[in-house]
T-cell receptor, first 113, second 114 residues
Framework: NAGVMQNPRHLVRRRGQEARLRCSPMKGHSHVYWYRQLPEEGLKFMVYLQKENIIDESGMPKERFSAEFPKEGPSILRIQQVVRGDSAAYFC???????????FGPGTRLTVT | GNSVTQMEGPVTLSEEAFLTINCTYTATGYPSLFWYVQYPGEGLQLLLKATKADDKGSNKGFEATYRKETTSFHLEKGSVQVSDSAVYFC?????????????FGTGTRLTIIP
């Protein structure tokens, strides 16, 4: 039973480019969460999605960031016009329903040069 | 708002020493409390949890007790091993409809030397 999959594991972008991070939840999980970990800091919640719905985006920056979880396929976190301050590890978690334990993926480490 | 304050690291101990990592929280409502562990280059793994006051979570020799009166959830282990070297995160969650986010502390890096 595969765990939460994230790809790519490492992503390098130049300032101004777009970054797309993918998250495939565990089998049977329809709830996805994105968190960001800045260097030497804890994880900060960004967004909570169900299939085709954004449930809570209270942690998302107002500009340049968007997330989706389509009916088919992985969840995508999209960062437009990346800046150096976006360099971080982005973790995805999934759960079978909102109340249940969140299982984390290995993360995508984004470096903006 | 909700917040978690964790003992700052790094913490370095000798093998077989006793470990305590302090965690206190502030929450509106009745949170569930968690300890997660992150090994180098990996994602977070749930280590243990407690969902109500006086509950004790335990796993792999680690324990933590949900203390409502002191708003604390300190992590303890009686005899640490080199393989316990990792970063440990304390976290809370208050489940309301549509609100399932985990609030994390800043993490404590633990290094165990042989």
């Amino acid at each position: 039973n595969a765990g939460v999959m994230q790809n790519p594991r490492h992503l390098v972008r130049r300032r101004g480019q777009e970054a797309r991070l993918r998250c495939s939840p565990m089998k049977g999980h329809s709830h996805v969460y994105w968190y960001r970990q800045l260097p030497e800091e804890g994880l900060k919640f960004m967004v909570y999605l169900q299939k085709e719905n954004i449930i809570d985006e209270s942690g998302m920056p107002k500009e340049r960031f968007s997330a989706e979880f389509p009916k088919e396929g992985p969840s995508i976190l999209r960062i437009q016009q990346v800046v150096r301050g976006d360099s971080a590890a982005y973790f995805c978690a999934s759960s079978p329903a909102g109340y249940y334990e969140q299982y984390f993926g290995p993360g995508t480490r984004l470096t903006v040069t | 708002g909700n917040s978690v304050t964790q003992m700052e690291g790094p913490v370095t101990l000798s093998e077989e020493a006793f470990l305590t990592i302090n965690c206190t929280y502030t929450a509106t409502g009745y949170p569930s409390l968690f300890w997660y562990v992150q090994y180098p280059g990996e994602g977070l793994q749930l280590l243990l949890k407690a969902t109500k006051a006086d509950d004790k979570g335990s796993n792999k020799g680690f324990e933590a007790t949900y203390r409502k009166e002191t708003t604390s959830f300190h992590l303890e282990k009686g005899s640490v091993q080199v393989s316990d070297s990792a970063v440990y995160f304390c976290a809370l969650k208050i489940s309301n409809f549509g609100n399932e986010k985990l609030t994390f502390g800043t993490g404590t890096r633990l290094t165990i030397i042989p």
